[in-house]
């Protein structure tokens, strides 16, 4: 199984600030036939499901505000806020869609310093 | 946002069954694959299932393997997780969700249906 490791655990960030996410993946989920990397991001706030945020590791779902960005390739991505709104607090995963079975992240708790 | 709606969720002893239905009333579902994920509160996301559009392939985690069975009936909109032999570990809130068509990520969630499993 491919193992999905976020860092930081938890991170603080003062409203307006950017706030950075990594995630690391065992194996590379760069697929060469079709050239993209099978990468999401889910936000999931306190007592809801998850929510899609980024797919194919830069790729902005519909509908999600323009602050959220996610970068990399291969085994290193990086989810970026620009600049962190009150309703941005809320436990951030990656998941890779690459290998079966599908792994998450960990998960890392974003709040507001 | 929730499109998904997850129901089946119970109290039962370990060894017993139940059988969890998720139905997609106001979304597309018969052309796309369709997953369970369960989380422990307060833990992380795990893959439980999937099942592909037609329903002829079916994976699981191996923690469930042998145990829980995935299937789906189109006309309905609705998937099923048939779970069995339950132990503690499998107490969670399930979630149902959808493959966005894109190679595996989800873009709809269900609102989840908790399952515990306690004598």
């Known amino acids: 199984d491919i193992v999905m490791t976020q860092f930081p655990d938890s991170l603080a960030v003062s409203l307006g600030e950017r706030a950075t996410i990594s995630c690391k993946s065992s194996?590379?989920?760069?697929?060469?036939?079709?050239?993209?990397?099978?990468l999401a991001w889910y936000q999931q706030s306190p007592g809801q499901p998850p929510k899609l945020l980024i797919y194919w590791a830069s790729n902005r779902e519909s509908g999600v505000p323009d602050r959220f960005s996610g970068s990399g390739s291969g085994t290193d991505f990086t989810l970026t806020i620009s600049s962190l709104q009150a309703e941005d607090v809320a436990v951030y995963y990656c998941?890779?869609?690459?290998?079966?079975?599908?792994?998450f992240g960990q998960g890392t708790k974003l709040e507001i310093k | 946002e929730v499109q998904l709606v997850e129901s089946g969720g119970d109290l039962v002893q370990p060894g017993g069954s139940l059988r969890l239905s998720c139905t997609a009333p106001r979304v597309s579902f018969s052309v796309f694959w369709m997953y369970w994920v369960r989380q422990v509160p307060g833990k992380g996301l795990v893959w439980v299932s999937r099942v592909n559009s037609d329903g002829s392939r079916t994976d699981y985690a191996d923690s469930v393997k042998g145990r829980f069975t995935i299937s789906r009936d189109n006309a309905k909109k609705t998937v099923y997780l048939q779970m069995s032999s339950l132990t503690a570990e499998d107490t969670a809130v399930y979630y149902c969700?959808?493959?966005?068509?894109?190679?595996?990520?989800?873009?709809?969630w269900g609102q989840g249906t908790l399952v515990t499993v306690s004598s």
């Open positions: 969700a959808r493959d966005a068509g894109r190679g595996g990520d989800f873009d709809y």
């Open positions: 998941h890779q869609y690459y290998g079966n079975p599908h792994t």
């Open positions: 194996q590379s989920v760069l697929s060469s036939s079709t050239n993209k990397n099978y």
